[in-house]
């Protein structure tokens, strides 16, 4: 972000003194001889951060201060002041001033204070962009989802729920394949309906068929009473078979015929039944391997795969990252009571870059955990759980082969802002090329 700041003050050597400086520091930099001129320079709206002597002729500091913070109040104020009055500029800081210098300046402190005012700016104002963004129309029955990747699977998810064909999700631990399953039954014409959900994997093969199916009293030992299995339970609604890759043999075979004739019989009875139910299957397993490995029905799978939808592991689709790590954040401080404006840049960034084995559920409860560990109101590094690292020290940036000259340059500069920590002068030094063309190439590609 190239940012503007403004400098008020009615002695010259001052206020050009200041202005030279804060331009070698890679600043915009607007003058203003009085407070008059300088409201009317605020008033265009550019300016990120405003430097405002106290002791002025015609409009003081105190009252710049106060029409700026009821114009703007996300706009940092520095107050500069002579050593004879450091209790109006204690009042200053009360009535909203981000700090006070006073007179003779110490430029590098000024330097250092001026650069933490714009990172916080800077860091609200991304948090408030992600939350409108999250706000807009960018989640998708409460699937959080910019990324091409997921814009294509909602239109998948769209399609397909209007249709009764059998949807076959698959996708590592974690990536959302539940989420996916309820939104094709929320978005259907049986969503006034049960959706039943049965965990495969959770049940022995005896357990899962009378679960299922059902059975008829005196079945088995224990079987006490007639019983309704679940696709009973799923008529005219759907039914969820989740860890469909972990069924045995036998109960494959019962349920192929479900699908096939929508017919079957409860455990232990004779009469058949007849249900509309439409089934959703999810998986994180090959399914292909299986089939190859014995374990797995061909028939079986080409009947639940009519169609397929693949959720990509997060790794793949990292612009979901900065929207997931905002919503996420908002509901686990919503939840703890606690008021946490956002997240360190340091953090973002490792957040961005980390694997993410586990996926969306791994990202969330990292997120939980920060916001527990968390005793600011920013989330900073330490607050992290452990493993997952800080690579902003280490060089290597790894960029893919078969990739767009332009895109390639994206990566490089984007990485090495990140290992600069956004330093914007060091990472031109380093990529050997001079500030203003980082700064239209930051533009243009769009690089945070
Ligand atoms: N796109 C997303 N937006 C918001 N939350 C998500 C998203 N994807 C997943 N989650 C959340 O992550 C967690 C895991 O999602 P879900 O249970 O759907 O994953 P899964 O693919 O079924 O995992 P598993 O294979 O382990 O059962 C849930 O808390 C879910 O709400
Ligand atoms: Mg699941």
Known sequence: MQCTILVIDDEKNIREGLGASLQMEGWNVALAENGNKGLERFGKGDIDLVITDLRMPGITGEEVLSKVMAQNPSVPVIILT?????DSAVDAMRNGAYDFLTKPLNLDQLTMIVKRALQGRELAIKHRELQEELNSSKSFES?????????????????????????????????GKELIANALHNLSDR?????????CAALSENLLE???????????????????????LANNGTIFLDEIGEIDQNVQIKILRVLQEKKFERV?????????????AATNRNLLEEIKEGRFREDLYYR??????????????????????TSFLQEFAK?????????????????????????????????????????????????????????SDTNTISIPTGIPMAE??????????????????????????????????ITEYNIE
């Open 304 to 325: 639940l795969n009519v169609v397929h939808i693949h959720v990509p592991p997060l790794r793949e689709r990292k612009d979901d990252i900065p929207l997931m790590i």
């Open 210 to 232: 009378s679960e299922l199916f059902g059975h008829e009293k005196g079945a088995f030992t224990g079987a006490v009473n007639r019983t309704r299995g679940r696709f009973e």
């Open 408 to 441: 390639a340059e994206k990566i490089l500069i984007a990485e090495n802002l990140a290992i600069n920590k956004g330093n914007k002068s060091k990472t031109a030094d380093i990529l050997g090329i001079g500030r203003k063309t980082l700064h239209r190439k």
């Open 191 to 199: 969503k006034d309906n049960s959706m039943i959900k049965v965990h």
């Open 82 to 86: 002579g050593h004879g009055s450091i």
């Open 143 to 175: 699937i959080i989802g910019k990324s091409s990747e997921m814009q294509k699977i909602f239109q998948m998810v769209r399609k397909a729920a209007k249709s009764k064909a059998s949807v076959l999700i698959t996708g590592e631990s974690g990536v």
């Open 335 to 391: 939840e703890s009571g606690k008021k946490i404006e956002g997240i360190d840049n340091r953090t973002r960034s490792a957040l961005y870059k980390y694997d993410w084995p586990g996926n969306i559920r791994q990202l969330r409860n990292c997120i939980e955990s920060a916001v527990v560990m968390c005793s600011g109101n920013v989330i900073t590094f330490d607050d992290l759980p452990p493993g997952i690292v800080d690579d």
């Open 268 to 280: 232990g009875g004779e009469q058949t039944l007849e249900v509309d139910v439409r089934v959703v």
